[in-house]
């Protein structure tokens, strides 16, 4: 196309620092545009009965592209988010900006390939680098086709070849700056193609009177309508600047509303600015106070109970939007219409789950493990670096070893994997900021099993460029394995926490209301459902992936295959007996103790 301009399309790498994909497009690109899709299918509905992505991911999110944006800027660029399939909002964004470059990370698993196809088979040429390992693939002692079937063997293969990760790249200081935005007539078809991709949007966010998917052909009416939802819902998503390349042909320079149609803008702007935080305010502790403030003032009572309605709200409307039953989900198959049939009992605990998570707004003042809403443990490049920062200057990672099978609790574990997740943290600059803390403190059997634990997850990565789409069947790699059963009764009590079993339940339940689970409760909960209940280890992966924040595809996966016995492991599935693992590791009954007072409480 002879263009300089290059789109880079964030998509698990939300940073500036280290961020070899960015680095690619930069060095090619004249003008850089960089965006983020928010595809309306992380939310859609699983085979399951529940939405795919939950709230606590959602705000980490939002948080992170935020802080990314910020970063931008500070560089002299900006996030322009789209809303819509990225096989949608990409080529229409490409053709109004004239390009068909887009450069990206590389991710290995199914539907993000699919992605790149839909992409390259709508003319874009999609050029990808591969970021989000510790290790490079290309430098590991076999070919990633020969990669050992057995963890410990690759590990030690790893290391006996002294292998060590690159160092990270430093953040550029300057980025290129936006395209110029085209005008005429061309360019205008090309906006109202990517103006209607963010109409579709439209009805799954807050402003919903613009057009449906169903609708068909715009008229001029509902494109004016439309046009009227996108720019508040385009706002809503923090600002208005970044969606600048559909609006009209203006520049990002051109600021604020200016014509009356804008001022009109304005009010479905603030109502779904207001819709957003009132989601996000689902929060326990987004505003009554942090755990450390004790309890609240009559004030903070006063505006809990304000936001505890709106939360109700939010969670009340987001669940009426889900037809639950027949969206995608990351493994492949729909539902039977057995599945059909028992669908409303899962789709009932969901419900239920999500009126805990509203009901554990006023426990705000217990501890939780990843508080995601407090500042430091927000979303974001520069939280995760601020908590880097901070683990690595103590002595947490000494006793890394002897504490990482906590349960509860900021300290027990590095808490580095929701950053990790959504790429504001990239390995290299852990592993960099390790060897420094080994460097200045000395070595410790902790420092070197931080360094094991990120191998784990490389392992899993490298197993998805072995093994692909083979780890997305029902058996997995196991072709010796029996299909997994599904039973939603007894599925529904394991989501929500009403197995029976005290230690099953207490991490179900933390899980729904934080967002948040230990390893040791994650090891513990799989294996109940797949060794004691029978379920379909699917479910389960796809109940942590509407629940973690730090869900990553790859070792979300990988996790279940391997507790399932359906990975590459020869010695068969891992069951955790559940009462051997509450005595060694809840002797005192601490943990079971506070999830049941919240399950009480729930209740009421
Ligand atoms: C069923 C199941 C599902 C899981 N799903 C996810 C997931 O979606 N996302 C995710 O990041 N982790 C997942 N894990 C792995 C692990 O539980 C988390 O990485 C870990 O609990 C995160 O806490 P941390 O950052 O404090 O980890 P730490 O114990 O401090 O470990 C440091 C880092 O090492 C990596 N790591 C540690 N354990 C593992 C592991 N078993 N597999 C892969 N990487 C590991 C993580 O990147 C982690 O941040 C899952 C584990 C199980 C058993």
Same mark, same amino acid.
Do not use: C, I
């Given at each position: 196309m002879g263009s300089d301009v290059v789109i880079f399309w964030f998509r =698990?790498? /939300?940073?500036?620092?280290?961020n070899l994909a960015l680095a690619e497009a930069c060095a090619s690109a004249g003008r850089l545009l960089p965006v983020y899709c928010h595809d309306p299918a992380a939310d859609a509905p699983t085979r399951w009965g529940f939405a795919r992505r939950g709230p606590h991911r959602r705000a980490f999110l939002e948080a992170a592209l935020d802080d990314l944006d910020a970063a931008l800027r500070a560089r002299g660029s900006a996030l322009l988010e789209l809303h819509g399939a990225p096989c949608e909002v990409l080529p229409a964004l490409a053709r109004a900006v004239g390009t068909d470059v887009v450069v990206c990370e590389a991710i290995a698993a199914p539907e993000e390939e699919d992605e790149l196809a839909a992409l390259r088979a709508a003319g874009l040429r999609v050029r990808t680098v591969w970021q989000s =390992?510790? /290790?490079d693939p290309a430098a590991l002692p076999f070919a990633p086709a020969r990669l050992p079937k057995v963890f410990t063997a690759f590990r030690q293969a790893v290391e006996s070849a002294g292998l060590q990760p690159p160092a990270p790249l430093p953040a550029a200081q300057t980025l290129p700056p936006w395209p110029d935005l085209a005008t005429g007539a061309e360019a205008a078809h090309h906006l109202r193609a990517c103006r209607r991709s963010y109409k579709d949007e439209t009805p799954a966010l807050p402003c919903r009177s613009g057009g449906s998917r169903e609708s068909g052909g715009a008229t001029s009416d509902a494109d004016a309508e439309a046009e009227h939802c996108i720019r508040a819902c385009r706002r809503s998503y923090k600002d208005e600047t970044s969606a600048l390349p559909c609006r009209s042909g203006g520049s990002r320079e051109s600021g604020g509303a200016t014509s009356d149609a804008d001022a009109e803008a304005e009010r479905p702007i603030r109502a779904c600015r207001r819709s957003y935080k009132d989601e996000a305010s689902v929060l326990p502790c987004r505003s009554g106070g942090s755990r450390e403030s004790g309890g609240a003032t009559s004030d903070a009572d006063a505006e809990a109970e304000h936001h505890l309605r709106a939360c109700r709200r939010s969670c009340k409307d987001e669940m009426s939007a889900l037809p639950c039953r027949s969206g995608g989900s990351r493994e492949s198959g729909g539902a039977t219409s057995d599945a059909d049939a028992e669908a409303e009992r899962p789709i009932r605990a969901c419900r239920r789950s999500y009126k805990d998570e509203v009901s554990?707004?006023?426990?705000?003042a217990e501890p939780a493990s990843f508080p995601w809403w407090r500042p430091d443990f927000a979303g974001g490049e520069g939280a995760a670096l601020a908590h880097l920062a901070g683990y690595f200057a103590g002595e947490r990672p000494r006793h890394y070893k002897a504490t990482r099978?906590?349960?509860?609790?900021?300290?027990?574990?590095?808490?580095f994997s929701p950053w990790l997740a959504q790429g504001a943290l990239s390995p290299r600059r852990v592993f960099a900021a390790l060897r420094r803390h080994e460097a200045a403190q000395g070595a410790s059997e902790g420092s070197y099993w931080l360094w094991f634990e990120l191998l784990w997850r490389d392992y899993f990565r490298f197993l998805h460029l072995q093994h692909g789409r083979r780890l997305y069947r029902a058996r997995g790699l196991n072709a010796a394995a029996p299909p997994p059963a599904h039973d939603p009764a007894a599925f529904a009590a394991w989501c929500e926490g009403r197995t029976g079993h005290a230690f099953i339940d207490a991490g179900m339940r933390e899980l729904a209301a934080t967002g948040w689970l230990s390893n040791r409760m994650r090891q513990v909960v799989a294996s109940y459902l797949i060794h004691d209940l029978g379920g379909d280890w699917r479910a389960g992966a796809a109940w942590f992936e509407a629940q973690?924040?730090?869900?990553?595809v790859y070792s979300n996966q990988g996790n279940w295959l391997y507790i399932a016995g359906r990975g590459t492991d020869p010695r068969g599935g891992r069951r955790f007996d559940p009462d051997r693992q509450a005595a060694t590791h809840d002797a005192d009954g601490a943990y079971r103790t506070r999830w049941a007072e919240l399950d009480r409480r729930g209740a009421d």
């Open positions: =698990s790498d /939300l940073r500036v620092g280290d =390992s510790l /290790l554990v707004f006023p426990y705000r099978n906590g349960l509860s609790g900021v300290d027990f574990s590095s808490k973690l924040v730090d869900y990553d």
